[in-house]
């Protein structure tokens, strides 16, 4: 529905939580532990760390979805892709990032990549 309703959806009284008494206001000092991670989530940015559970569902697929020809079509295609990066940085935090689904999956991108 973002999309369909652009960026000025907070406009629309409705999706407004200054104007839509159905908005529940939580005060800081009384957040519970989902509040926190849902507070969290909702403003990480780029420079934030992901929470563990974030990767739960893409380690999922990796580990018990796919077969080993699925993990293999899997890290090649990001592999070749990853390998037409120029930018060193941007490789390394790639492979960070996807360390965190599995290090043995990271690590066979990185394998991939470096050669």
């Known amino acids: 529905q973002q999309r369909r309703l652009g960026p000025n959806s907070r406009l629309i009284p409705i999706n407004n939580p200054e104007t839509n008494p159905n908005f529940r206001k939580v005060h800081p000092d009384s957040l519970n532990n989902e509040q926190a991670v849902a507070k969290h989530n909702a403003h990480a940015g780029p420079g934030n760390m992901p929470f563990e559970d974030d ?6 697929f990796y580990r018990h979805v796919l077969d ?7 890290i090649n295609n990001i592999a070749r892709s990853l390998s037409q990066c120029t930018d060193k940085n941007v490789i390394q935090r790639t492979l960070n990032l996807l360390s965190n689904i599995d290090v043995d999956f990271g690590r066979a991108i990185a394998s991939k990549v470096n050669r």
Not at 68 to 74: P, V
């Open 55 to 60: 990767f739960y569902q893409p380690r999922n």
């Open 68 to 74: 080993n020809q699925g993990r293999a079509h899997l």
